[in-house]
C-alpha cells in the first residue's frame, strides 16, 4: 500500500505540482555545465531482459555503423539468468569495433526489473561528455552517433532528445524481423523499409540524452526510493517522467537521423499468457492505435 501512495505522489508531483527542487537540490545550473567540443564521449545506457532479439540490432547497428566522430561506450545491465542474452553479449564481447567500448554489466533481476536502479549508477558512475538513456529496442544506424556528435558541440542543455524517430508498426512474435533475431548471435541487419517517421515532442523513456555532468551530479531520480527499490517482477518505467521533471526539462529537440526503433506487441519483460499480460496486450494496441491517430504524430 505504501508504494502505491508513493507512487500516485510521485506521478502527480512529476506534472509539475511540486517544486523539483525539494527532491532534487543539486541540479548543476546551466552556466556551470561543461560545453564539451571537439571529440566528444557518448555512453548508451539500455536494459535487456528476454528481448535478445531486439538487442541483437541494436548492437549490431554499432558494429554496422560505428562512429567516427565521438566515443561510445555501449553499457548493458542484464541477468545472469537470461541466458540468451549473456550469450548474445558474449558474441559481442568479441567484436572490435573502432570508437565503441563494450560494458555489460550483471545485476540481480530484481535490480534489472526497476529500470531506474541501473541508470542511476550508470549517470552517477559515468566518465561521458553526454549518456543517452534508451531502451534495447532502438537501433543507431547510418549518420545517427556522428550527426549527434555535431549537434553536441558546445552545449550545455541538461536534457536534449531525437526529434524523429522511425519506427515500426506493434509487431506480433511471429513477425520474420523478430524471429531472425532468435537464431544463433551475429551481427544482423535490419530491413527499414517498412519504418514510418515520427516526430517526437519529448524525452521519452528511450530518448533521453542527458548532460554528463548533470548525470554526476544527481544521477536518475536518486533521492525517490520508490525508484531505486528492487522488485520481484517488471515494474513499469514511470521515472521516465519523474526524470525530467527532476531535470525542470522536457528536453530540447535535436536534428539527429537514423533513430530506428522497432514497435512490438508482446512484452517480453512479463510473463506470458497471463491475465495481466492479455490486458497489457490490448492496451498498448489501443494506445498505439490512438497515438498514430494524433495529427503531427506521423510524416
Not at 506534472?15 to 556551470?32: S, T
Not at 559481442?92 to 542511476?120: A, D, H
Not at 522511425?166 to 533475431?181: K, Q, S, Y
Amino acid at each position: 500500500m505504501w508504494n502505491l501512495i508513493q507512487l500516485v505522489f510521485f506521478r502527480f508531483a512529476a506534472g509539475g505540482w511540486i517544486p523539483a527542487r525539494w527532491f532534487e537540490p543539486d541540479l548543476p545550473p546551466e552556466g556551470k555545465r561543461s560545453a564539451r567540443t571537439g571529440h566528444l564521449k557518448l555512453e548508451v545506457v539500455s536494459h535487456c531482459w528476454n528481448y535478445s532479439h531486439f538487442l541483437v540490432y541494436q548492437l549490431s547497428s554499432l558494429v554496422l555503423f560505428p562512429p567516427k566522430k565521438l566515443d561510445v561506450t555501449m553499457t548493458v545491465f542484464y541477468s545472469s539468468e537470461d541466458t540468451r542474452t549473456g550469450e548474445l553479449l558474449a558474441f559481442f564481447e568479441s567484436q572490435t569495433v573502432p570508437g565503441v567500448n563494450w560494458n555489460w554489466q550483471p545485476v540481480p533481476k530484481q535490480e534489472l526489473f526497476r529500470r531506474g536502479i541501473g541508470r542511476n549508477r550508470a549517470a552517477l558512475a559515468t566518465e561521458a561528455d553526454w549518456v543517452w538513456f534508451t531502451d534495447c529496442d532502438l537501433m543507431f544506424r547510418e549518420g545517427c552517433l556522428d550527426a549527434l556528435a555535431d549537434v553536441l558541440q558546445g552545449r550545455q542543455d541538461a536534457l536534449l532528445f531525437p526529434e524523429h524517430e522511425h519506427t515500426t508498426d506493434l509487431l506480433a512474435e511471429d513477425n520474420p524481423m523478430l524471429r531472425a533475431g532468435t537464431s544463433e548471435p551475429q551481427v544482423l541487419d535490419i530491413d527499414t523499409s517498412s519504418f514510418t517517421t515520427r516526430q517526437i515532442s519529448k524525452a521519452t523513456g528511450p530518448l533521453q540524452i542527458a548532460h554528463g555532468d548533470v548525470c554526476r551530479a544527481v544521477g536518475y531520480c536518486r533521492n525517490i526510493s520508490l525508484y531505486q527499490q528492487p522488485v520481484e517482477s517488471f515494474a513499469k518505467c514511470h521515472e521516465d517522467r519523474a526524470f525530467r521533471w527532476l531535470l525542470r526539462s522536457h528536453g530540447q529537440p535535436v536534428d539527429v537521423p537514423g533513430v530506428y526503433r522497432i514497435r512490438h506487441v508482446s512484452k517480453g519483460r512479463y510473463s506470458k499468457n497471463t491475465l495481466r499480460s492479455r490486458l497489457r496486450t490490448r492496451l498498448r494496441l489501443w494506445q498505439s492505435k490512438a497515438r498514430d491517430r494524433k495529427p503531427g504524430e506521423s510524416l
